[in-house]
């Protein structure tokens, strides 16, 4: 398999819904929650590619657009963006979808970093 059919085959997309244990005072997603569940996509993309034990060892900047509302629903999609010899970059995309009307708009957007490590947690190469 080529390496741009890995990338291809680890897209990962994830629905939530926002629920209201998973939001503030304003009754919009935590910031917190929000980069969690990034951070958990982008591991389980980073996982799906090199099929190797990964470790987050840095985000780039996440801005959030606005307000996440309670009762809508997000997407996340993770992609494989930049590979090295024992790191991979994954982007992920948070988009809100309106619970009933079909109405989607992006959100938010951040980068992961992933090193691949052994069970020794020694970095290891990516692809062998």
């Known amino acids: 398999m080529t390496t741009e059919e890995k990338i291809k085959q680890s897209e990962t997309r994830i629905f939530k819904a926002v629920f209201p244990n998973t939001t503030n005072h ?12 990034m951070d958990e996509v982008a591991f389980i993309t ?13 985000s780039e900047r996440i801005d959030f657009k ?15 963006i930049h590979i ?33 490590v052994d069970k020794d947690k020694k970095p290891i190469s990516i692809i062998l």
């Open 84 to 116: 090295g010899n024992t790191s991979l970059k994954v982007s992920v995309e948070m988009i809100i979808k309106q619970m009933y009307p079909d109405h989607r708009e992006q959100d938010i957007h951040g980068e992961f970093t992933f090193v691949a």
């Open 26 to 37: 304003n009754d919009t997603l935590f910031g917190g929650t929000a980069i969690q569940l």
């Open 66 to 80: 606005k307000p996440i509302p309670s009762g809508t629903i997000v997407e996340l999609i993770g992609k494989v």
């Open 46 to 58: 980073a996982t799906r590619f090199c099929r190797k034990r990964v470790v987050t060892v840095s």
